[in-house]
């Protein structure tokens, strides 16, 4: 972004967003991976909350899955390192 | 926004995910990106495959492995 400021958003959908919840789609889904359709509805069972806009999101995600955090943020400073070891400009701060 | 920027108190970003939209976003005075989505990533066109790896994840019990090839998509946004 020639030297601009860039914020970016972690992981933020619940996780439930991601996977989806019709049969045809599931079974689809459970061959690809490779694991049973009862596991994988059980799993997505498992991810299922009541309100998820105000539930298991965001950095409270982020805080029971630390590998996405580390995964994202990793990332972000690798691609950096990209640009500053390119010599572009930036603007870098936290 | 060249018409505003004599007079403007208010800078604009854009919201932008990928290169084509980070270009098209400073073609028109974007002063920055003033929100990423990262989960964008995993909607839309091209998203297959990083969608799959991380489906791969959240139904597994096993950690990270195949995660690392997942972030490097982030990696090319970042570059424009």
Redesign the interface.
């Known amino acids: 972004?020639?030297g601009?400021?860039?914020?970016?958003?972690?992981?933020?959908?619940p996780?439930h967003?991601?996977?989806p919840h019709d049969t045809e789609k599931l079974k689809e889904?459970s061959k690809?991976?490779g694991?049973s359709l009862g596991?994988?509805r059980r799993?997505?069972l498992a991810?299922h909350e009541n309100n998820p806009m105000l539930g298991h999101r965001g950095v409270r995600l982020g805080i029971s899955y630390p590998?996405i955090t580390e995964?994202?943020v990793?990332?972000?400073f690798?691609?950096?390192a990209?640009?500053i070891n390119a010599g572009?400009k930036h603007c870098l701060r936290s | 926004m060249k018409l505003v920027d004599k007079t403007k108190t208010l800078g604009v970003?854009t919201n932008a995910e990928t290169p084509h939209d980070?270009a098209q976003g400073?073609k028109f005075g974007?002063?920055?990106?003033?929100?990423?989505?990262?989960?964008h990533m995993?909607y839309g066109s091209g998203s297959e495959q990083p969608?799959?790896l991380?489906?791969?994840m959240?139904?597994?019990k096993t950690?990270?492995s195949e995660?690392?090839l997942?972030?490097?998509y982030?990696?090319l946004s970042?570059?424009?």
């Open positions: 972004m020639q601009h400021p860039v914020t970016i958003r972690l992981l933020d959908p996780l967003e991601f996977v889904l690809e991976l694991i596991l994988l799993r997505v991810l590998e995964m994202q990793r990332a972000i690798e691609a950096a990209e640009l572009k | 970003r980070a400073l974007a002063e920055g990106i003033g929100l990423f989505r990262t989960e995993f969608l799959f991380l489906r791969k959240i139904v597994s950690e990270k995660n690392p997942l972030m490097s982030l990696n970042k570059r424009y």
